[in-house]
């Protein structure tokens, strides 16, 4: 049995994940809060940008604490294409629960259906994500505590809606933003709790590319995102008129 580190780098990884996890969460209450304030195309286009900003921010959290996991003896790479998939997914998830939040008038239903879904959804996204990775040795998850990180990913994912649908003012957006980001991270870390390795003893270099090749990529596109997340608020629904909530 391979030993497993979930933080080789000390404090970094998980706390840049955390502050990753935090401004997707930032990011998608403000603009599904501007949402619900707009009609038509507006909306929707809110939601979208809602929808990416906290898909993102979900697995940008989780990638970024992947920088930090190691297993003793062993090299770790991770398949591209798969890798890629994880992120489309965890947008396309988060998107159905804040679209279906953002339109249907039974606002309990949509909040307990898309809480569901999205919770689902980006325990698969976390999955997936531990799929892509490649080994030399056979990775094995305790069965419990993985039913443990799904409820927590549906607990988090409906209360994310719920504090979409509810938090308005600045002040609350800024104290349940950091609280998302604890959910998040609970989730992913009891996931990663629930994995075991056997090694194969195999010494040949696995298949994929190493994780610390997507750290460039990672940064240039998180810098973007925010940039552009910036001129986005510039012309945000308070500082035009719109229909009250």
Same mark, same amino acid.
């Given at each position: 049995m391979g030993?497993?580190?979930?933080?080789?780098?000390?404090?970094?990884?998980?706390?840049?994940?955390?502050?990753?996890a935090c401004l997707g969460a930032l990011l998608a209450l403000r603009s599904t809060r501007w949402a619900l304030l707009t009609e038509g195309r507006t909306r929707r286009n809110w939601l979208f940008f809602a929808s990416v900003s906290l898909g993102v921010g979900i697995w940008s959290m989780h990638f970024i604490a992947m920088l930090g996991f190691a297993v003793q003896g062993a090299e770790i790479r991770y398949?591209?294409?798969?890798?890629?998939?994880?992120?489309?997914?965890?947008?396309a998830v988060v998107g159905l629960g804040i679209f279906t939040v953002g339109y249907s008038r039974r606002r309990r239903a949509s909040l307990l259906g898309g809480g569901?879904?999205?919770?689902?959804?980006? *325990? +698969?996204?976390?999955? #997936?994500?531990? =799929?892509?990775?490649?080994?030399n040795g056979t990775l094995s998850y305790d069965r419990t505590t993985v039913a443990a990180s799904v409820g927590i990913a549906?607990? *988090? +994912?409906?209360?994310? #809606?719920?504090? =979409?649908?509810?938090?308005?003012a600045t002040g609350a957006v800024l104290v349940a933003a950091p609280v998302m980001g604890v959910a998040v991270c609970a989730m992913h870390y009891t996931g990663m709790a629930a994995v075991q390795v056997e090694l194969s003893g195999v010494r040949t270099t696995p298949p994929g590319v190493v994780a610390l090749q997507f750290v460039f990529p990672l940064a240039v596109g998180l810098g973007c995102y925010v940039f552009s997340?910036?001129?986005?608020?510039?012309?945000?629904?308070?500082?035009?008129?719109?229909?009250p909530a």
């Amino acid at each position: 049995m391979g030993h497993i580190d979930h933080a080789v780098h000390g404090w970094v990884t998980p706390a840049i994940s955390y502050l990753a996890a935090c401004l997707g969460a930032l990011l998608a209450l403000r603009s599904t809060r501007w949402a619900l304030l707009t009609e038509g195309r507006t909306r929707r286009n809110w939601l979208f940008f809602a929808s990416v900003s906290l898909g993102v921010g979900i697995w940008s959290m989780h990638f970024i604490a992947m920088l930090g996991f190691a297993v003793q003896g062993a090299e770790i790479r991770y398949n591209v294409p798969l890798t890629v998939v994880s992120l489309v997914t965890a947008i396309a998830v988060v998107g159905l629960g804040i679209f279906t939040v953002g339109y249907s008038r039974r606002r309990r239903a949509s909040l307990l259906g898309g809480g569901v879904a999205t919770g689902l959804g980006v *325990a +698969a996204m976390h999955y #997936l994500g531990m =799929a892509a990775m490649r080994i030399n040795g056979t990775l094995s998850y305790d069965r419990t505590t993985v039913a443990a990180s799904v409820g927590i990913a549906v607990f *988090a +994912a409906t209360a994310a #809606l719920w504090a =979409a649908l509810n938090v308005r003012a600045t002040g609350a957006v800024l104290v349940a933003a950091p609280v998302m980001g604890v959910a998040v991270c609970a989730m992913h870390y009891t996931g990663m709790a629930a994995v075991q390795v056997e090694l194969s003893g195999v010494r040949t270099t696995p298949p994929g590319v190493v994780a610390l090749q997507f750290v460039f990529p990672l940064a240039v596109g998180l810098g973007c995102y925010v940039f552009s997340s910036a001129l986005a608020f510039a012309v945000a629904p308070d500082k035009v008129a719109v229909r009250p909530a």
